[in-house]
């Protein structure tokens, strides 16, 4: 190892002075580090972002600590410090896994204007998409698989929902600003931590403070409106072992599709502490207080020929000149960790993490009796004023009322993480996570439209009845709902992992428990708390890796989950009736691949399976089943098998090209028929069972054939010309299982049409001193092609009853960004 390090000072850091010396120290946790440092004594640079390191043969794929340290003629230069983020990142020529690794310059290219999952999207096997065009509102899939079967994690921290598994993204619109790597683990992942890791996991690394103080600015502005600017600063290392780092950006501006205004602030605070030579310390602090307005109803064909794809029938003129969007998200989550690092010998690390999160917000919402506000359609925009002058009753009630649905949560846990590197090629990993989730809902009435109240039909809607509440309600009074969700949720894990000769292998299980309850102050008046459901799940993973020789490895890899059901599913009938007989989910995954080097670029090939069984759904709110009355129900014991090959090449014909190209082709059906439980929307009581006729049907939204390529082209030392090109096939619209109640009825969901897309990136580099100016023109959708990203099934699965969200036409942005070191 000692030599190899040499090799790498002397190779890879170019420059360095003779008695200066870099000291890797690999240990058990997972690391990334980020950070720049100075020699004491000449104007070189030792710059290690993210994967630098991790992407030499040398780093192993457990998880690990590294500490990068820089001594000059045998005496520690004290003022340098260090800095190290828990996160699992992998080595991608070393890891049993099929692995992504998006960098920081990738990240600067690709943020301008996109939302955050779309800085992977050009990664085979994944669906990333603005969805509804409104800024920061994205949907996410890995072969095939949702949100809620895709682990995201911070720093090493799972953030995904406890409540249903999804990422609200626009909760994090700043975060590309913070990003230093994103590395996409497909299949099992590498944490121990990611039981809904089916499609993948998400592995974020925000960045750090670094040992060299400097200034960062940059700003972008779109063609259609939007802008963003940016600034960092980075203190460099202080007396004491200190180094802060702050970051904030303004986003601002028009949306791509009309009305989709967007004012988002984003910041981020990092602070370490190097204590002595076993303790170190790192806080970081971040958010993003928003606000947008929202497209959050879909189009269907004919709107889309008579309006196009910017086209947003959710606002009108509500008074002349001032017009109202029916839909407007605003929410501040910030996040807290604390991160301490002890190494009381050196072959033991421990890592312990902290984290606190409290989001509050909300969106305009609206209810109605009888005809919505979204119903008032004139000339393709809601109708204010006709709405407003059809509102009013004889008893001068609201027919129909705007309203904000409020939400709110508080997360917080504890995360530590135990690693012993021991004899012989072995390591022993071991830890513990515990979170606690604590939710919040609620209505409040805004606006009552020309009426004098609002009422609130206690009687029908409440389970406690009227029960001595004043139904007549009131702009500022709360209606509808008011309730929340308590969960604890708790994981112990396990892993030993073996690296020696050509051998890569890593085998691991995890037990976890959750406990859920839920609260109710508009259903129940006396005692507003339910029972506690209770539920304990399993995970087992491992693979391996053989190096057949320098050039060629082969790797295998493998899980089985019993995974908890989230805490919807225990209270699917929408109160505090517990609901029977949930049962855990079961998925296996298996994956094997070949990684090939050559000369000028790499060639890696892989073949993956994944069956989900018993997977249990939760319908849609309120659903016109059998007496066509509006109720819950809940799909048990649904299975489905995704299974597929990608590839993927990586060719440098000459110093200044780089080409890429990547297939994916998947098989992805739902495999059996079942029934679904009805419950009343108000008792929560089994009202009886309809069945489910879902066996064969293809996977609907994400593409289940995918043929890409890229291009980097530098025009001499100052100029580059990045372009992409990606092409969608057999895209099924998305539906639900449980709309298919009809035996004969076996088609498939409406298949969108294939697309395909091309973007460029021309961008010019100037060093000005220390300083690095970087200026960037990107044209996005270069065909001006027409396609629909995501859509919704209609009745017969035709063109006539889709309706969907088509994607942005041609549109570009400019931006500008300095370095002043």
């Known amino acids: 190892m000692k030599e190899e390090i040499m090799r790498q000072k002397q190779n890879t850091f170019p420059g360095a002075i003779a008695g200066g010396i870099v000291l ?29 390191h991790l992407n030499q043969d040398t780093t192993q794929d457990t998880t690990r600590l590294i500490r990068l340290m820089y001594l000059s003629d045998s005496t520690l230069s004290s003022n340098l410090g260090e800095v190290v983020l828990t996160a699992s990142f992998l080595s991608e020529k070393r890891s049993p896994l099929r692995l992504a690794t998006v960098n920081r310059e990738i990240i600067e290219r690709r943020s301008a204007g996109v939302t955050y999952p779309e ?36 720093n090493g921290i799972p953030i995904s929902g406890l409540v249903t598994g999804n990422m609200f993204w626009n909760n994090w619109l700043g975060l590309s600003d913070a990003t230093q790597a994103i590395q996409v683990q497909k299949g099992i992942g590498g944490s121990m931590l990611s039981d809904n890791s089916v499609g993948g996991t998400i592995n974020i690394i925000t960045t750090s403070p670094s040992a060299e103080s400097s200034v960062t600015t940059s700003l972008f502005y779109t063609s259609y409106g939007q802008g963003k600017s940016s600034l960092s600063l980075n203190s460099g290392a202080l007396k004491g072992g200190w180094n802060i780092s702050l970051m904030g950006s303004y ?10 205004d967007v004012s988002s602030w984003a910041y981020m605070l990092n602070i370490s502490k190097r204590i002595n030579e076993r303790h170190s310390l790192l806080l970081t602090a971040l958010g993003s207080p928003e606000k947008h307005e929202q497209r959050s109803a879909r189009m269907s064909y004919e709107e889309f020929e008579k309006y196009g794809s910017k086209y947003n029938k959710n606002w009108g003129y509500m008074r002349p000149g001032e017009p109202y969007n029916l839909s407007k998200n605003f929410y501040h989550k910030p996040y807290i960790t604390l991160h301490h690092f002890y190494r009381p010998s050196r072959r033991v690390e421990l890592a312990t993490s902290a984290y606190i999160s409290s989001g509050n917000g909300g969106g305009r919402w609206s209810e109605s009796k009888g005809r919505r506000i979204i119903d008032f359609i004139k000339d393709g925009q809601i109708d204010w004023r006709g709405a407003i002058a059809a509102n009013r009753n004889p008893d001068g009630s609201s027919s129909s009322i705007l309203s904000d649905y409020l939400a709110g949560h508080t997360q917080t846990g504890i995360k530590s993480n135990l690693t012993i590197e021991g004899k012989n090629g072995f390591s022993y990993v071991g830890g513990l996570h515990y979170q606690f989730y604590s939710t919040w809902e609620k209505e409040r009435i805004t606006d009552l439209l020309g009426g004098d109240f609002w009422y609130e039909d206690y009687q029908n809607k409440s389970l406690a009845g009227v029960a001595g509440r004043d139904p007549v309600k009131k702009t500022g009074d709360m209606i509808r709902t008011d309730n929340g969700k308590i969960i604890s949720h708790m994981t112990a894990y396990a892993m030993t992992t073996y690296s020696k000769g050509g051998w890569e292998a890593r085998a691991g299980a995890s037990v976890m428990g959750s406990t859920n309850s839920r609260w109710d102050r508009y259903n129940y008046i006396d005692d507003i708390h339910s029972g506690t459901a209770t539920a304990l799940g399993y995970s087992v993973k491992g693979g391996a890796l053989y190096k057949l020789s320098g050039r060629t490895s082969l790797y295998l890899n493998g899980a089985a989950y019993s995974r ?3 805490s919807d599913i225990f ?18 995954l298996a994956e ?21 069984k018993n997977k249990s759904i939760l319908s849609d709110p309120y659903k016109q089943q059998m007496d066509d009355l509006p109720h819950k129900y809940v799909v048990q014991g649904l299975d489905a098998l995704h299974y597929g090959i990608e590839a993927d090449i990586l060719y440098r014909p000459a110093g200044w090209a780089e080409l890429r190209g990547f297939l994916s082709l998947g098989n992805w059906r739902w495999k059996n028929d079942v029934s679904a439980i009805i419950y009343d ?66 088609e498939n969901s409406y298949r969108m049409p294939d697309y395909h897309l091309l973007n460029a990136t021309l961008s010019w580099r100037e060093n000005i001193g220390k300083s690095k100016l970087t200026l960037y023109l990107s044209v996005n959708n270069l065909l001006n092609s027409t396609y629909i990203e995501r859509g919704r099934d209609g ?3 035709s063109a006539d009853t889709f309706t969907g969200y088509w994607g942005f036409g041609i549109n570009g942005n400019l931006g500008v960004r300095l370095a002043i070191f």
Do not use: C
């Not at 094997?592 to 989900?612: K, Q």
């Open 571 to 588: 209270f699917s009938s929408g109160n505090n009736t517990i609901t029977e007989n949930v049962k855990n989910e079961r998925n296996f």
């Open 119 to 154: 800085l992977v999207k050009d990664i085979p096997g994944i669906y990333a998409t603005s969805e509804s065009g409104s800024y920061g509102d994205a949907r996410l899939n890995i072969r095939g698989f949702k949100q809620e079967n895709i682990s995201v994690m911070l």
């Open 681 to 746: 929307t108000y008792s929560g009581l089994e009202m009886g069972k309809i069945n489910v006729y879902s066996d064969g049907l293809a996977v609907g939204d994400a593409p289940q054939t995918q043929v890409g390529a890229s291009a980097l082209i530098k025009l001499g030392r100052k100029l580059e010309l990045m372009a992409d090109w990606k092409f969608n096939s057999r895209l099924y619209a998305d539906f639900d299982p449980v709309s298919r109640r009809d035996p004969s009825d076996r």
């Open 795 to 797: 009745r017969d699965h």
């Open 251 to 260: 986003a601002f501006g028009k949306g791509y599709v009309e009305h989709t």
């Open 24 to 52: 890797l120290l690999l240990t058990g946790a997972t690391t990334a580090v980020a950070t720049t440092y100075k020699t004491a004594s000449a104007e070189s640079y030792l710059t290690t972002p993210a994967l630098s």
């Open 592 to 612: 094997t691949g070949v990684r090939y080097l050559f000369d000028r670029g790499s060639f890696e090939a892989t073949a993956y399976s994944a069956l989900w």
């Open 564 to 566: 908890v059901p989230y």
